[in-house]
């Protein structure tokens, strides 16, 4: 039976000071007043019931994303004691469902895309379901076509077409770049490099068999939290196993590996679709409107005055926020916490994040 796992952990520290502890980025609505769990969950509707969709995510988060998704069953919320980087998190849901549905075909997707559009979305998903199923040695991603060279995402070498299924082998997954190899890869074309969108479908037992032949330690503890799914001693067994499991991405403990090894088929579905993934400021600002001078707002009051290519927001409606005579911005305000930070200077937020704990403590964050 098909199946949909949503990874929705993370801290978004990238999105700070409106991403926070007690809500982080996929419980913000900062998206036309919905939060990206809702969209991720939404998306789905019309591939598979409800009934089969379950989410992974911090248990510290458990209440907070059954408030925002009222029809969602919370027996369907697989909660991580603490985060281990997504091998565990992915493990953990393929482990819970692999034991009730040992047959289990399960996609999984993450709570920090935007997809359009999502009709076109659920049909390449489709045949990468179908693909799952008809072949057990098979570890099914996604691949983006890259619209600029991006030195943000890992990207999927790609090798022969298997045109049965509208899909290729991946020789190699790339990490992330530096500027000249991401022109390289951009420059060969989507027929040899795509973007990697940590999006995927398996059988259940192939993951498993996958996790249990390149991280056999992971294996172990995750056999012992799914054996205790669903019972009295759950919570126990989870919080005493989940915190020892070695901290790794699925990336660099089974799809690396599994793209070298003869056994195993790594194959990419191309997904030729408009995807953001909303993890920092500069591309929360791409899903919002811009006016001619290239400004963009989203939740409060503005106002604009000889300002280019500015990104302002709140999480206060009321609250307004004026600039005048600056370009290049970013200026995000919250009750407890104002960034105002140069938009080529982004990915020091996390830097600043960090600082920010280290001398703060955990007030702002």
């Known amino acids: 039976m098909r199946y949909a796992l949503i990874i929705a952990g993370g801290s978004g520290t990238r999105l700070w000071p409106m991403s926070t502890r007690a809500v982080p980025k996929q419980l913000i609505p900062f998206i036309e007043g919905r939060s990206l ?44 004691p603490v985060g281990r980087d997504t091998l565990n998190a992915v493990g953990l849901g393929t482990a819970v469902l692999t034991k009730q549905d040992p047959r289990a075909v399960i996609a999984i997707f993450t709570a920090d895309h935007l997809i359009r559009p999502e009709d076109e979305f659920r049909q390449i998903v489709e045949r990468g379901f ?24 890992g990207y999927l070498d790609l090798g022969d077409a298997l045109p049965e299924h509208d899909a290729f082998a991946v020789n190699q997954f790339k990490e992330k770049p530096d500027a000249p ?18 999006m ?11 996790i249990q032949k390149y991280a056999p330690e992971n294996r172990e503890g995750l056999d012992k939290c799914a054996q205790a799914w669903g019972g009295r001693d759950w919570q126990r067994v989870v919080g005493e196993v989940y915190p020892t499991l070695k901290k790794i991405s699925v990336d660099y403990a089974v799809m690396e590996p599994a793209s070298r090894d003869e056994a195993v088929t790594v194959a990419a579905v191309p997904m030729p679709l408009q995807w953001l993934d909303v993890g920092s400021w500069p591309s929360f600002g791409k ?59 982004a990915e020091q937020i996390k830097k600043l994040h960090e600082q920010v704990g280290e001398r703060f403590g955990d007030e702002y964050l």
Not at 54 to 66: D, R, T
Request: charged content about 20%.
């Open 37 to 80: 769990l809702q969209i991720a969950m939404d998306r789905l509707e019309g591939l598979l019931p409800r009934e089969r969709i379950y989410i992974c995510a911090g248990e510290s988060h458990k209440q907070a994303m059954l408030d925002r998704l009222p029809n969602f069953d919370e027996a369907q919320f697989i909660g991580e």
């Open 130 to 153: 179908e693909l799952a199923e008809q072949r057990d040695d098979v570890l099914v991603t996604f691949g983006i076509r890259p619209t600029q060279p991006s030195t943000g995402f």
């Open 181 to 198: 190899t991401a022109e390289q890869y951009v420059a060969a074309g989507p027929e040899r490099y795509l973007w990697n969108s940590g």
């Open 200 to 210: 995927f479908v398996w059988r259940g037992q192939t993951l498993l068999d996958c």
């Open 287 to 345: 899903t919002c409107q811009t006016d001619d001078a290239g400004n963009a707002a989203a939740g409060c009051r503005h106002l604009m005055i000889s300002s280019k290519n500015t990104l302002i927001a709140s999480n206060d409606a009321a609250h307004l926020i004026a600039t005048v005579g600056v370009e290049d911005l970013i200026v995000i305000h919250t009750d407890k916490a104002t960034l105002v930070c140069r938009a080529s200077e």
